[in-house]
């Protein structure tokens, strides 16, 4: 929304400046008709106009080794239950609220304002007497009124008409607007200043329009009637006394100023208003190049950065279904490459390098396991909810497996010196008809209109940092956790499928062309199964903001000289794109899991 309302103000601006300076002087009135007419529909439409201007970059190719050995299966993270972990309740922010609430109240005012105002000139044909005039409708009103216009009716004072003593000026006049139809064009904008009240530049074109007008019916006056002197002494004499015209009418009374009787008498070279037309074009032209065209900066694939020509871990396809319509925007300071363009947009190999990962959509559910629902039931201390309402054990133990379609749980937890690991569980149950309703759609497509993926040049280091409120100032971290921990797990309005659905935008870590590609670089480098002794083991390792990994550790082998050998193929991986949250990178650790092939 901010978006649009700067560019179309800012077109609306450069575009009125430019009417003002130098189009208004001239005796251009159809082109000026026009020209404030496409400035307004332009300036409103722009912000929807988007031209791309690709620009290539080149980039240092990433260091890479050669060796083939064994496949390795897809990496599993490992939840590391020691930690406590804090469900936030999200605070409400009622501002954009009462923001939305009086700007529709605001226009809703306008709209019935609106709607009267056309109503009683409707009223007015109703009750006074109609005469047909030259394609055009006279209605006589016994008010002392100027003449005015109203679509094809035009409005006069019965007595004068009756008398005959309506100079046929005034009539050509009228005329003027009724065939010319600028009717609509007022219409056109008091609409658009019931729904954009808010932006004062729609009265300054209002009055530019109106004041056009009655130049356009001027000059038509005067090209079938010479003596400009009688009808400048005309308007001068009609302008006085008379009763106030409604706004959404064309009148001669609108506004008798000098601009007008100097308008009567200025011609305008052909070469001149060639230049001036010239010039708005170009104006134009210049608004779309500064304010639609996007520098889609790439520097392609690096040469040893593989991507899987067929995406199996994410199919194009499925990508291309759930990034519709987002705006794309990466800061890639390690590749030098800035995007900010729709996702349709984008090349393929970009496509696969920053969005390889795409959440599998939730087709029909398979229920419950046995596994899972024997779990569920042993656990005496934990918090059971069935369709996000939170419920007792007992209530849960009357419900069978068969009626649930999908599960999920959250875990808290903490480890005392000398005591075993304390974990209790947060469990949530989903039947069917709610799964269908509320879960089935949540991984559809992507959550928000833009997604941001920064990559900053250097790691940035992790800073965790306990922030107080003013009842927990005095208490230490861990009293504060505690605190929170009891307050927000008990709480029974913590909805489990909103919160992912919050933090969808989030994206995990993600290697250049999925989870297969990393896989392949592992086993074209390191031939694990010669180095690892055990069955299954697992390597955890961190991916910093900038991509690079660092901190690789060998979990259930303590030969230093072995875990060498996999740090140095972990640490030389081609750049990662980092863990996002909120459009910022941060860095996360993850586990890759072996299990031996032989």
Known sequence: MSEFLIKSVISMTVLFLLYKLFLEKEKIHHFNRFYLLFGLSFSLCLPFITIPVYVNIPVAPIQDSVTIIHSVTEQQPIINSATPTVIAQPEVNYTP??????????????????????????????????????GATLVLIDNNILPHTFLNTVYINKEEYEKQAIEPELYSHELTHVKQRHTLDILFIELLKTILWFNPLLYFYKKAIQLNHEFLADENVIYNNDDIISYQQLLLNRSQNRTPIAALASNLNFPITKKRFVMMTKTTPKIKTLALKLASVLTVAGIVYFLSTENVAYAGTQENETLTATDSVSPDSRRDEYFKGVRIIIQDSVRNVFINSPYEKLTLKQK??????????????????????????????????????????????????????????KMFGETKAGEEMSMTFMLYYYTYPYYNKHIKHLNDHYPEETCQITISKKPVPDSFKTIKSGSEIGKSDKEVIDIRQETMISAATYNFEEDNAKTAHNRDAAFPGGNEAFDAYITKNIDLDSIIKDNEAFIGYTINTDGSVTHVKLYGDNDEKLNDQIKKVFEASPKWIPQQKDGKPITTNKVFTYRKTK
């Open 97 to 134: 609220y009462i923001i939305w609430g009086l700007y529709s109240l605001i226009t809703l005012l306008l709209i019935i304002r609106f709607t009267i105002n056309i109503t009683r000139f409707y009223r007015l044909k109703k009750r006074n007497q109609n005469v047909p005039y030259k």
């Open 352 to 409: 696969q390098l920053y969005l390889a990962t795409v959440p599998k959509k939730k087709d029909n559910p398979d229920g419950v396991s046995e596994e899972d629902y024997k779990f569920s039931l042993e656990q005496k201390d934990s918090y059971f909810y069935i369709d996000n309402v939170k419920i007792s054990r007992e209530e849960f133990l009357k419900h069978k497996r068969e009626e649930f379609a999908s599960t999920g749980f």
